[in-house]
């Protein structure tokens, strides 16, 4: 029934009207009431003054003082009666006198029952129609205040919850005719962009979903022709096939790595559309982190005595973790060699373990290398994602690294992240729950 504001108006117009009437009503009343009360005692006072009508002379004070009295007299009636009474007075006449004060009272006498019930019938009227003012009022604070609970609030708190829900996802189709006002307007708005972005939503999980099963179907593949390929070459370059001249030996060199470099992406893809699956089970057990931090750092000394890096380890508890040992291998694997590769010559990447204020094991890689924008922080844990930009131009990298290190952190119960300043370094880190690390002697250890 209209807009909000219309009603709004309507009901305003109406309670304050009604309200404003009942109010001059009463307000008229008692100016009445007072005219009528200062009207009788006016006439008991002059009843009082002309008892004895012989003592006044027609230029005495009391005699002027009547004759204010008698203006103030209403109706003309009495006014006219008092001013022949008065009349009387002055030309001293004895019998005009006694007659026009027998008429006089008797018209006083008669004026004062009028007046008097006059002013009961007043007393009356002003308190009903006072009260029915302020009941009026009343009525009308209540009638507003539930008309903006029912037709403002109550509808928003309905539109605000349906926002949280879909921020949460659990927005539903729940279908209700919104009130044709302007909330109602807001909330059919909000239905149809709510049921738009969800349908966008399920069309971009098809995709993606779509996209996944492609990447891993041609990744799949691919891996047995270039397993092979990888084996051919590795068996040509090891003289099987007769001895290469050194140019080959180079091309075939090259080849290989380059094999590798593509069967690492495979891997790298069919990793994470397991992971994304569900379907990466993790084989947990106790493991010493002193042995696979170790591990870890001994792989990659190649790597970094080509880089000219320096890995450094400080700060390792004696602790037990219950996880996939390779896993976990795999993501401090990824963060020791990002870290070497963005490293300059001479610098130190240095390893540490720690238990943190939550009581989490907390592994950190420190770098002193280039750093990585605020903006590209989060980003860079995102499939495919490298933090490039002018300054920084696309390195060699495939940007799933951290996107599954994230995932197999994530299936482990923790937190990966980072933190960093351009220009001075950065420290990635990753976070164990509680239960899943003991003190060296509290648990045995996988053989
Ligand atoms: P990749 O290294 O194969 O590109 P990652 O997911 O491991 O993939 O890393 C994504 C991006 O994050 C890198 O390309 C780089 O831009 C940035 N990054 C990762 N580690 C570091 C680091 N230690 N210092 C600076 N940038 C880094």
Redesign the pocket.
């Known amino acids: 029934m209209g807009s909000i504001r219309f009603r709004l108006f309507l009901l305003l117009t109406l309670f304050t009207g009604t309200t404003l009437v009942l109010a001059a009503v009463s307000v008229h009343s008692a100016r009445d009431f007072r005219d009528g009360r200062q009207q009788l005692e006016t006439s008991y006072m002059i009843r009082d003054e002309i008892q004895d009508l012989s003592s006044i002379k027609g230029d005495s004070e009391a005699f002027r003082k009547l004759q204010t009295v008698r203006a103030q007299l209403t109706p003309y009636r009495r006014m006219d009666e008092f001013s022949k009474l008065l009349q009387a007075v002055s030309e001293n006449n004895p019998r005009m006198l006694r007659e026009r004060h027998q008429v006089f009272l008797k018209n006083e006498a008669e004026f004062q029952r009028y007046t008097r019930q006059h002013l009961d019938y007043l007393e009356k009227r002003l308190t009903y129609f006072a009260l029915l003012a302020l009941a009026t009022l009343l009525l009308g604070f209540v009638a507003l205040q539930l008309f903006v609970n029912r037709s403002v609030i109550r509808p928003i708190r309905d539109l605000s919850r349906k926002m949280v829900d879909f921020v949460n996802d659990r927005y539903t189709y729940q279908f209700s005719v919104p009130a044709p006002d302007e909330i109602g307007h807001m909330q059919a708005t909000f239905n149809s962009l709510a049921q738009r972005v969800i349908s966008n939503m399920e069309q971009l999980r098809t995709l993606d979903q779509a996209k996944s099963e492609f990447l891993s179907i041609a990744s799949h593949e691919l891996r047995t022709p270039l397993t092979s390929i990888k084996g051919s070459l590795s068996l040509m370059r090891s003289g099987i096939v007769g001895k290469m001249n050194d140019m080959a030996d180079n091309l075939l060199t090259i080849a290989e790595n380059e094999t590798d470099r593509l069967i690492r992406l495979i891997n790298d893809i069919l990793d994470l559309a397991k992971i994304e699956a569900r379907k990466l089970p993790l084989h947990q057990e106790w493991h010493s982190l002193n042995n696979l931090v170790t591990v870890s750092l001994q792989s990659l000394q190649g790597l970094a005595g080509q880089a000219d890096v320096l890995l450094q380890c400080e700060a390792m508890p004696p602790v037990n973790v219950y996880m996939d040992n390779d896993r976990i291998q795999q993501v401090l694997t ?2 020791l ?3 070497i ?3 300059p010559k001479g610098k130190p990447v240095v390893v540490s373990c720690q238990v943190n204020e939550r009581n989490e094991l907390l592994i950190e ?1 420190r ?1 002193a ?4 924008d605020p903006q ?1 922080q989060e980003a ?2 995102q499939k495919f ?4 930009n002018a300054k ?1 131009p696309l ?11 994230r995932a197999l952190v994530e299936q482990h119960g923790g937190e990966i992240g ?1 933190r ?1 300043v351009p220009g001075e ?2 420290t ?1 880190y990753f976070t164990l729950p509680e239960w899943k690390y003991a003190l060296a002697n509290k648990v045995e250890v996988a053989a």
């Not at 290398?369 to 990585?372: L, M, N, T």
């Not at 994602?385 to 490039?388: D, E």
């Open positions: 990824n963060l060699s990002n870290a590769k963005f490293s890689v770098d290398g280039r750093g990585i590209d860079i844990f994602r490298q933090a490039t920084n390195v060699k990298g495939t940007g799933l690294g951290l996107a599954i290190a980072v960093s370094g950065s990635f």
